[in-house]
Nanobody, 123 residues
C-alpha cells in the first residue's frame, strides 16, 4: 500500500509563490504517475498537473506557465512549484498515485490519495 503525505500549503498574497511536496512511502515510486489535483467546497476535484513514470509532465491550461511539477525519485517526492498565484488558485491540493500514462487527468484512475494541503491566495 502506498501512503502519500502533502505539505507546503499556506496563506499567500496574490502574485506570491508556494512549493507543495508529496512524499510517498511503499511501493516502487519511480514506476508511479503522480498527479496533483485541487478541490473547493461544492466542486469536483480538478486536475492540476501530473508527473508520469515515463518522465513526461502535463499541466492544466489554467496553471500552465505558472506551476511546475518535478520529482525526485531518490527522495520519493514530487514537488509542485506554484508561482504568480491567483485568488482562484485557492483550494485544497491533493496528490495521488497511479500507474497510468494517458489517463492522468482522471481522478478515479488513481489508486491512492494523500490527505491534502490547503492553499489560500488573498487578493
Amino acid at each position: 500500500q502506498v501512503q502519500l503525505v502533502e505539505s507546503g500549503g499556506g496563506l499567500v498574497q496574490a502574485g506570491g509563490s508556494l512549493r507543495l511536496s508529496c512524499a510517498a512511502s511503499g511501493g516502487a515510486f519511480s514506476r508511479y504517475t503522480i498527479g496533483w489535483f485541487r478541490q473547493t467546497p461544492g466542486k469536483e476535484r480538478e486536475f492540476v498537473a501530473a508527473s508520469v513514470w515515463s518522465g513526461d509532465t502535463y499541466y492544466a491550461d489554467s496553471v500552465k506557465g505558472r506551476f511546475t511539477i518535478s520529482r525526485d525519485n531518490a527522495k520519493n517526492t514530487v514537488y509542485l512549484q506554484m508561482n504568480n498565484l491567483k485568488p482562484e488558485d485557492t483550494a485544497g491540493y491533493y496528490c495521488a498515485s497511479g500507474y497510468m500514462r494517458r489517463t492522468y487527468p482522471i481522478p478515479h484512475e488513481y489508486n491512492y490519495w494523500g490527505q491534502g494541503t490547503q492553499v489560500t491566495v488573498s487578493s
